[in-house]
């Protein structure tokens, strides 16, 4: 187990010949599962997890400025040039030079240094100052440690030099004027661990280091692609390669990755990683059994024509399967029912020469151009055509579509005979708009396998007279009518569970949201007996699938056409015409005259008041009417034999005051004043 470092440093010092290295994370700014994202690639890390190294790419380089502890990034490409920074300090032997600078010459030279004092090596004499390049370290016969370094003598003549490491004296490195791209640094051994100075005036004052972030390519457990970050997170991390060197890292697969599998790869063992959520889509035993952690034994996938079947409206809830192509039951075809002119014309386009008997009795509309039917009547349907229908506004005439039927009345069994002789048939046209009632004449009782009903033209009504045998339980057994409305491919992987491996379901790779890895578990079956599999082979849906599905196929059905407007009888009232503003001049006219002719003193039209009454008429009020009389027994109750308290007392006086108000109000109105008589 290495030891303990920041993932900067380890990248630093890391040799990629070595690759892959695992590592484990320990601690540091993202210890605790922070998920994070870098230039589109989304990590997250905490404490314990295991990294595995697979490659390096430079991606930048980071410059920190010593004097003041600042950083920021350079992108490789950087087009500026930085000068070395020599070191003060003296080095005292030659030893130390090579112990401290990479010995070995690269594109970007070697390490140059010079002497403070002359050096006399071998009857040859270097003066001082002069530069010394070091090449390599050799070993001589005796064993003794020696610098081969390179010297340019006068006249430009050069030599080469055999200096022992124990050679003491005062040593300098040389600083030339030379520039170093960021490219040659980087790439350079001895250059990429020391100082610089840009060679740029306004930042020369400032000396850098420099140190290469590169984008790491990791494998981590529970991803699916390979993972990339960047060297400069501040994370730590230990190397245990050696420890974790046989780890197998857990790759999770969608099912539209198995799917993609090749053939070679099935039959295979998986385990359940993430579970579909929630339940909307499927009603069927084997959904349940998709648990997190379940094994499922995968056998293969590929390419499935399904046809999409739904149970008519009644009393029970409405059911819908997707039944497999190779479902082995035995169906009759069943009488489809049609409720207008319109759905017998869309059944027309897929069945031609489509054959219906009326069921419901509808009268003539002469003036919508709909006929009479009778119950039992025979339809054929012909073709469409376009026909005179009502005159609009203008009084030209619409163009109305019909379905031409060819009509025979429903033939007794003791006309049979005369049927020969006589041809009661004829041809109507039935406007699509018209509504009706009709059911599918059949001839034939035969039993049809799926795979036959699928070759015709669809939608079909069936019944199911003969179960699936390969089925445990057959859900399609016992209803009373299903509908095969289309057909459609599925993509599937066929699966089982680990402890039924015979009994398979197929998996919609389309409709199921899950997570899978392989596992290196052996098959739950001897290698040279493979088990013979039952398929199921319908699988119940729900309503919200139904229309999930026609939602994905963007399948709309056109409306039925409208009757056209009718034109408006002479029974009807004319329409109001709205008011102008403004009247014209003779209604104002007529206007006048009326209010002209009006008086406060008698009234056009009506009889004439009654005459005055006659002088000799005495100033005196008409006689009053006798008031009935009203016997003693009627008028008065008999006493209360109970004492009253003085507040019942008043409100009976009160009362009796009230109903003789009302007496008189009575003979008021019942003998008017004599004055009441005259205008």
């Not at 403070?116 to 003066?127: A, G, K, N, Q, R």
């Not at 109507?428 to 004449?441: A, D, R, T, Y």
Request: glycine letters at 6%.
């Amino acid at each position: 187990m290495g030891d303990l470092q920041s993932l900067r440093v380890f990248i630093n010092c890391l040799d990629q010949q070595t690759l892959p290295r695992i590592l484990q994370v320990c601690s540091g700014v993202y210890f605790q599962g922070s998920v994070y994202e870098l230039s589109g690639s989304e990590v997250c890390l905490s404490t314990g997890d295991l990294v595995k190294i697979i490659g390096l790419q430079l991606l930048s380089v980071s410059c920190e400025e010593i004097d003041t502890g600042s950083s920021y990034e350079l992108p490789t490409e950087y087009s500026g040039q930085f000068r070395l920074v020599a070191e003060d300090l003296p080095y005292n032997t030659i030893e130390e030079i090579v112990g401290l600078c990479p010995v070995g010459v690269d594109a970007c030279g070697s390490f140059i240094f010079t002497s403070s004092s002359e050096l006399t090596i071998d009857y040859f004499t270097v003066p001082a100052g002069k530069q010394l390049t070091l090449l390599t370290v050799e070993i001589a016969e005796d064993g003794e440690r020696l610098a081969r370094c390179h010297v340019v003598g006068q006249n430009m003549a050069a030599a080469e030099i055999l200096l022992p490491l124990s050679l003491k004296g005062e040593f300098y490195e040389y600083e030339s004027d030379r520039g170093y791209t960021l490219q040659e640094i980087m790439s350079s051994a001895r250059l990429s661990c020391r100082r610089f100075r840009s060679t740029n005036v306004k930042n020369s004052g400032a000396m850098l280091v420099f140190s290469p972030v590169y984008e790491i390519s990791a494998i981590m457990h529970m991803r699916k692609n390979v993972v990339k970050f960047p060297s400069s997170l501040e994370v730590d991390v230990q190397d245990v390669t050696e420890q974790f060197e046989d780890l197998v890292f857990i790759t999770p697969l969608s099912l539209t990755e198995i799917a993609s599998q090749p053939k070679e790869s099935f039959p295979t063992l998986a385990e359940i990683l993430d579970a579909p959520e929630g339940n909307q889509f499927f009603n069927c035993s084997w959904f349940k059994e998709l648990q997190r952690g379940r094994h499922l034994v995968l056998h293969g996938c590929g390419h499935k024509v399904m046809i999409l079947a739904s149970t008519p409206k009644g009393r029970k809830e409405k059911q819908y399967f997707f039944i497999s192509e190779s479902y082995g039951g035995r169906m009759r075809r069943r009488a489809r029912e049609f409720g207008s002119v319109y759905e017998l014309y869309l059944a027309s386009t897929q069945s031609p020469g489509l054959k219906v008997s009326v069921t419901r009795h509808y009268e003539a509309v002469e003036e919508e151009g709909m006929p009479a039917l009778s119950v039992g009547e025979q339809l054929e349907v012909l073709r469409t055509e376009l026909k005179d229908g009502l005159g609009d506004k203008s009084g030209a005439a619409q163009k109305v579509e019909s379905l031409i039927c060819k009509r025979t009345l429903e033939v007794d069994d003791e006309d049979e005979d005369d049927e020969d002789e006589e041809d009661d048939s004829e041809e109507i046209s039935l406007p699509l708009f018209m509504p009706g009632n009709f059911v599918e004449k059949l001839s034939d009782n035969k039993k049809y396998k799926l795979s036959d009903l699928m070759r015709s033209p669809l939608p079909l009504d069936v019944k199911v007279v003969t179960r699936d045998k390969e089925l445990e339980k057959d859900p399609l057994m016992g209803l009373t009518a299903l509908k095969l409305e289309e057909t459609f491919t599925e993509t599937i992987v066929l699966a089982s569970l680990s402890n039924k491996p015979d009994w398979c379901f197929e998996l919609p790779v389309r409709w199921l949201q899950m997570s899978l890895c392989f596992t290196t578990d052996h098959l739950p079956w001897p290698s040279d007996e493979p088990p013979e599999l039952h398929v199921e082979t319908v699988t119940e849906v729900t309503e919200k699938f139904y229309y999930e599905y026609h939602k994905l196929i963007s399948k709309i059905d056109e409306p039925p056409p409208r009757p056209p407007k009718r034109k408006p009888s002479n029974s009807e009232a004319p329409k109001k015409t709205p008011k102008s503003k403004h009247a014209s001049p003779k209604v104002k006219s007529n206007v006048t005259e009326q209010l002209n002719s009006l008086s406060l003193h008698q009234t056009k039209g009506k009889r004439a008041p009654a005459p005055p009454p006659p002088d000799d008429t005495p100033d005196q009020p008409p006689p009053t009417l006798p008031r009935k009389s009203i016997s003693i027994a009627e008028s008065v109750s008999l006493p209360n034999m109970y004492v009253k308290s003085p507040m019942k007392t008043q409100k009976a006086a009160r009362r009796l005051s009230d109903s003789d108000h009302d007496y008189e109000s009575i003979e008021d109105t019942l003998n008017p004043p004599h004055e009441s008589l005259f205008y």
